[in-house]
């Protein structure tokens, strides 16, 4: 575990920036992922963060006037989301923590927990049960926990949006693995952007269920629009409204969960 620990703390210390231009080049995930959360976030609510890199959806809940709390493994990540924080003129708690050391903190309780970055840092489903257990440490009876996972299909979906990697990706030893698991229902931990866990859409109910919670939802965080991004993000704004606004009604279709990259499971405390 610490080697790969290391090895995501030196990839989000190399480039803070990098996180958060990603939302910055794809909006739907955050635009659909808010509207989602937005059912249940009020002014005044308290809110922990954990793994949320540079901070952008703190900054989004802290400028609505939430008591927001991040915390992040990146030192980096944690200087850019204060610099972030004083640009946009809010204020915010951060630390510097593993969210396995999470209690070292001693925070508290809250009224929402964001774990959105996590799961599919750590590979060993041990420790992704750890991370779970301890953001419900700090959440409030009746508080709602957001639980993010990249999905198995990330990968074929990043490739069908970017020529030049399948035949790659098809043939290596590493990432080969990716497509039969996607065929046998399996889960996919090894090399990625970092070293990474992708988790099959058919399995992360079961992974919640295990914790006292109450599903809310589970949707796709970028919903429909995910193969289409590109193309989508090219035309006229009137059709990307209208689109997003179908891709909203379309969040919760189990039948459309594969099309996003990112699924988030919403529980209640």
Not at 3 to 29: K, M, V
Not at 209 to 235: A, M, V, W
């Amino acid at each position: 575990m610490e080697q790969n620990t290391t090895i995501i703390r030196d990839y989000y210390d190399a480039n803070p920036e990098l996180e958060w231009q990603r939302l910055e080049e794809h909006p739907f995930e955050f635009l659909l992922t808010t509207h989602m959360m937005d059912r249940y976030i009020r002014p005044g609510d308290r809110i922990l963060d954990i793994g949320g890199g540079p901070g952008r959806y703190s900054i989004h809940y802290a400028g609505r006037g939430c008591a927001v709390t991040l915390v992040d493994l990146s030192r980096e990540n944690i200087r850019l989301a204060n610099q972030k924080a004083a640009e946009a003129g809010v204020s915010m708690k951060t630390h510097v923590k593993n969210c396995l050391h999470l209690d070292e903190l001693e925070l508290g309780s809250f009224d929402h927990v964001f774990l959105m970055g996590p799961i599919y840092h750590l590979l060993d489903p041990t420790d992704q049960t750890r991370a779970v257990e301890a953001a419900l440490r700090c959440l409030k009876p009746g508080g709602k926990l957001y639980v993010s996972f990249i999905q198995v299909f990330a990968g074929i979906l990043f490739d069908l949006k970017n020529g030049g990697n399948i035949i790659r990706d098809s043939t290596e030893e590493d990432t080969s693995p990716i497509i039969q698991a996607i065929v046998d229902g399996n889960d996919y931990r090894g090399r990625a952007f970092t070293r990474a866990c992708f988790t099959h859409s058919r399995n992360i109910l079961p992974f919640m269920e295990q914790f006292p919670l109450k599903k809310l939802h589970l949707f796709g965080q970028e919903g429909i629009l995910s193969p289409n991004e590109p193309d989508i993000l090219s035309r006229e704004p009137d059709e990307i409204a209208c689109w997003l606004e179908i891709a909203k009604r379309y969040l919760e279709v189990p039948e459309l969960l594969a099309l996003s990259e990112h699924a988030m499971y919403i529980g209640e405390k």
